[in-house]
């Protein structure tokens, strides 16, 4: 029987170390805070940004949201990026995606100040991701799936590891970070041949291609530690991952549940962001005295 890399275990660890230096800026009258920008009603959306403000508000980090109509004009939606930008109340900044086609996305999201970027919005802070420079940050569910290794104990220096995805959201952000780990990474996508065979190779496998249970027991070995991003839901309205977890657990040595493994991480990662992009114009001020 696999291990079971659960969230909730890492986002305690996390919310600890969260809140010691939510405490330490507000020792120096600072309260973390984090805009939320949201465009039109998207379930999908709405139920992110609910669990958002709830972490928020537990760790201690203030929210405020901007909620704009479906059909908001690209010029109103840009003046509310730009107050963020110059409000100092307002640390990090989450604006959904993707947004209506009216709207010129690369021109909105790269608008918004790098430093305010918490979830590697702006093309700065992914720039920063596969430079290994403190641009931004990287985005949040990539993010989780490392802080997930590290919480577990898993070393990838040496190992081999296989993303699946190339999205700009998960898939090559984790294979960048993965080689940032000292792994030897190998990204496939859907035009991978004999997936099964490249799969099996891998120490350390991340899915992320966004379809319900494609990873089966063909596609594992004995010895790997398996990280399922993918979030789907299916015809009975219940969650599942990528991978075909009642297949796949009994084989490998550490799975990821869904839910319950890195989906559940990524809102504690942003609230994580928010008070590192707090701390960092405090740094930044003081150098500047």
């Known amino acids: 029987m696999a291990e079971l890399m659960l969230g909730k275990e890492v986002n305690a660890s996390l919310n600890e170390k969260i809140k010691a230096n939510v405490e330490a800026l507000k020792q120096k009258g600072v309260v973390p805070g984090l805009g939320i920008v949201r465009v039109g009603e998207n379930p999908g959306d709405l139920s992110y940004e609910k669990g958002a403000v709830r972490k928020c508000e537990t760790l201690g980090i203030s929210c405020r949201r901007f909620l704009l109509p479906?059909?908001?004009?690209?010029?109103?939606?840009?003046?509310?990026?730009?107050?963020?930008?110059?409000d100092d109340l307002i640390h990090g900044v989450l604006l959904f995606r993707p947004l209506p086609k009216?709207?010129?996305?690369?021109?909105?999201?790269?608008?918004?100040?790098?430093?305010?970027?918490?979830?590697?919005m702006t093309e700065?802070?992914?720039?920063g991701v596969f430079t290994g420079k403190k641009i931004g940050f990287p985005p949040c569910t990539p993010q989780g799936c490392m802080e997930i290794l590290?919480?577990?104990?898993?070393?990838?220096?040496?190992?081999?590891?296989?993303?699946?995805?190339?999205s700009l959201v998960v898939g090559r952000p984790a294979a960048m970070m993965l080689m940032d780990k000292n792994a030897t990474v190998t990204i496939c996508h859907s035009r991978?041949?004999?997936?099964?065979?490249?799969?099996?190779?891998a120490d350390i496998l991340i899915v992320a291609a966004g379809q319900a249970g494609m990873i089966g027991a063909d596609h594992v070995r004995k010895g790997q530690v398996v990280i399922d991003?993918?979030?789907?839901?299916?015809g009975e309205g219940m969650l599942c991952g990528d991978v075909d977890y009642q297949a796949v657990e009994p084989i490998v040595s550490a799975i990821t549940p869904v839910p319950g493994g890195a989906g559940s991480v990524t809102t504690t990662v942003l609230a994580g962001h928010v008070v590192?992009?707090?701390?960092?114009r405090e740094e930044s001020a003081l150098k500047e005295k």
């Open 70 to 86: 479906k059909d908001v004009s690209e010029k109103e939606l840009l003046a509310v990026i730009e107050m963020l930008n110059n």
């Open 102 to 120: 009216h709207l010129r996305s690369s021109v909105i999201e790269n608008a918004l100040a790098p430093e305010k970027d918490v979830d590697c």
């Open 124 to 127: 700065l802070s992914m720039a």
């Open 150 to 166: 590290d919480y577990y104990g898993v070393d990838c220096t040496g190992k081999k590891a296989v993303v699946i995805g190339r």
């Open 192 to 201: 991978t041949v004999d997936l099964p065979s490249v799969t099996r190779e």
């Open 229 to 234: 991003v993918g979030i789907n839901v299916t």
């Open 276 to 280: 590192e992009a707090a701390m960092r």
